[in-house]
């Protein structure tokens, strides 16, 4: 295992306080690391929070800050936080207009912002995603995976909370954004998370994850490595007929890596799913290419189409001011 | 070899096509590909150029937009781009202000640059980017090498030209910024140039490359892996050492990835890299973390410091839009 750590023990305490230092301006470590908060926080509208495990970055954490996050809490390497995580966070920076969880679709997320939801005594909803088209059901989900398109839905919920809608009209925005988002990710090779010391899984020199999970989670199938044009065709493929007559109209194209993707390999990957999208009709009137939900170490990217509507589409284009997301401010 | 690519003659082209298409409203890609120049060029203005090899991205086509760059030149990966590719640039951003070249220290690209503001009619003046401390000549190089300091003096000149300074004054703040910043940078794998097909090097799996360049090139000495404070102690130490007595007062401190180590790793390494230079007496008065200055699918990083001056300091905090850097705006 080759990493810049010191022991797997203290990678995500050592990664959140160098994160916490290099935004200071933006976040704000909670106490006991137990979430990143707005360094300034507005109670006056609903409270966004969302969290999982960690090795996504820069989601959860690098989503905090005007326009998007009020709060993340950040569990250890691909492990569910816990409710007393979301209690903390929640109690930091949510007041009476209440909280919104958004969480993606594993069995301890869900579980664990259930339990923090029963337990705050102040109005309460969650937005669960699961955009990953590739499998009804998976190692960690009952149902399917919410991977990239939470970002989006971050997004879009995150700039109508900015403009003071309520817990409920928020709840079901974030809904309909799930519901307009497909997602499909390809693994070149494993990650490796630091507590194990060794890949998740094998993947041969000549072959691909097709449908890969954020957490190497196996997909529809190994397949043989390919020409960008058949590997991106596939992935474009799976997501138009899972959408089916639907998939026309504008849209928001994410083209995002894995962590080991360098920017010229998701560059040409965008080229190539927009062409193919624009072919079958639909116009991409966004995109965001970059790493954003990753998996570690993994070589390999993911791409995640949102069919938005002219609300969604505003709330895109809305101010945005995170350590990883920044624009009209 | 695992890349999103079709072929390697065209991954360049098919690159270029997918990073316009993302950022139309920010920059436009010149015709037969020759350079990526601001969408909405100011002729009245010094026009800001810079370019080299391509497999560095976002470095330096992600970086033309208003307060950066006015063009860049993308050469074939690893290869300098050619004299014509500088004067088409050129002749689409530059009027009678002149134009300012950022070159990074390399044989090939020096003298493309050198033949290119020989061959134009408008003032035109250069400034070299050498802030790389591992070795004194390289396998590219006679000098010090250009590496990731070229994002801050291309920031930091890149505001000074919106603000309308004239061409000497520009030229004279990228010497001073060049001269204020000193970078180093560990390989933990080598890259993989698509035309090769193969690594560039090779590096054990318990070593690592201690000074690289970001291009594969050989660096200080190949040692043993170690935890990330020994890593990080070695690299600030060398940094320190080459600043010698001028090593005090405030820093614009950056945490670059090669292009395949994740920002959980970053960010670990930020901390690191904050902590000493803190007990140095080194005040760091802006962070930058993330995959700015790549080596294709490399692992490892770098870290960079620029003693920042009242002056420097107030460029960096300009507004900046463009694809990789923007805010306050």
Not at 63 to 85: E, I, K, N, R
Not at 114 to 133: F, G, K, S, Y
Not at 226 to 240: F, N, P, R, T
Not at 277 to 292: F, K, N, Q
Request: net charge negative.
């Amino acid at each position: 295992m080759k990493k810049f750590i010191n022991d797997p023990a203290s990678v995500l305490a050592e990664s959140l306080d160098g994160f916490a230092a290099a935004h200071s301006g933006i976040v704000t470590l909670g106490e006991d690391r137990l979430y990143v908060r707005r360094a300034r926080p507005n109670p006056g509208k609903v409270a966004l929070i969302s969290g999982g495990g960690s090795g996504h970055e820069p989601l959860h954490a690098g989503l905090v800050g005007h326009g998007m996050l009020d709060a993340a809490c950040p569990g250890q390497v691909f492990t569910s936080p816990t409710p007393d995580q979301m209690l903390a966070a929640a109690r930091a920076v949510a007041g009476e207009a209440g909280v919104l969880f958004i969480v993606k679709n594993y069995e301890g997320d869900v579980m664990n912002f259930d339990m923090a939801r029963e337990m705050l005594d102040i109005p309460a909803a969650a937005v669960t995603t699961d955009d990953d088209v590739a499998v009804e059901t998976s190692t960690y989900s009952t149902g399917r995976r919410g991977v990239a398109g939470t970002l989006i839905v971050e997004k879009v919920v995150g700039a109508a909370a900015e403009l003071g809608h309520g817990l409920e009209s928020l709840r079901a925005l974030g809904e309909r954004t799930n519901r307009a988002t497909r997602s499909i990710g390809v693994a070149l090779t494993s990650c490796t998370v630091p507590a194990a010391g060794k890949p998740t899984f094998e993947v041969g020199e000549d072959e691909l994850e097709f449908g890969v999970g954020i957490h190497g989670e196996p997909g529809r199938r190994r397949r043989a490595m390919a020409k960008a044009d058949e590997m991106v065709g596939e992935m474009v493929a799976a997501i138009l007929a899972d959408l089916g007559t639907a998939a026309k109209g504008e849209a928001i194209l994410l083209v995002n890596g894995f962590g080991a993707t360098p920017a010229m390999e998701l560059y040409l990957v965008h080229g190539i799913a927009r062409r193919l999208l624009e072919s079958h009709g639909i116009s991409v009137a966004r995109s965001l290419v970059g790493s954003y939900v990753t998996s570690l170490d993994m070589a390999g990217c993911s791409v995640t189409l949102t069919l938005a509507d002219a609300e969604m589409l505003a709330m895109w284009d809305a101010p945005v001011h995170t350590p990883a997301l920044r624009w009209g401010m």
